[in-house]
Nanobody, 124 residues
Framework: VQLQASGGGLVQAGGSLTLSCAASGYTFSNYVMSWFRQAPGKEREIVAAIRWSGDTLYYADFVKGRFTISRDNAKNTVSLQMNSLKPDDTAVYYC??????????????????WGQGTQVTVSS
């Protein structure tokens, strides 16, 4: 199993970025996929989660209305469109695969595979 995240970078406040995560080595469409982020000195926190069907499972309150999670099961990719970025969004962003059969999805312990992370820096 491999998850390869990309798309991070430096952007000014109010700008946009799209993160992408390419999955391989398993049946992608069988799993809930999520994006987490970790800012310096803080714990890793969930940003958004998406069901195998493409229906959104969860958005953190701090991104509602600004970020959109999506997936393409034919291409084995999950994306995070980030708009109206704020300096507080600065973090390393990770894609993750939820453990199959789990009901919960907000904790890092609900996930078994992680991408390597991609840095998002938002300047004020």
């Amino acid at each position: 199993v491999q998850l390869q995240a990309s798309g991070g970078g430096l952007v000014q406040a109010g700008g946009s970025l799209t993160l992408s995560c390419a999955a391989s080595g398993y049946t992608f469409s069988n799993y809930v996929m999520s994006w987490f982020r970790q800012a310096p000195g803080k714990e890793r926190e969930i940003v958004a989660a998406i069901r195998w069907s493409g229906d959104t499972l969860y958005y953190a309150d701090f991104v509602k209305g600004r970020f959109t999670i999506s997936r393409d099961n034919a291409k084995n990719t999950v994306s995070l469109q980030m708009n109206s970025l704020k300096p507080d969004d600065t973090a390393v962003y990770y894609c993750a695969r939820r453990i199959r059969g789990r009901i919960s999805y907000v904790s890092t312990t609900d996930y078994d595979y992680w991408g390597q992370g991609t840095q998002v820096t938002v300047s004020s």
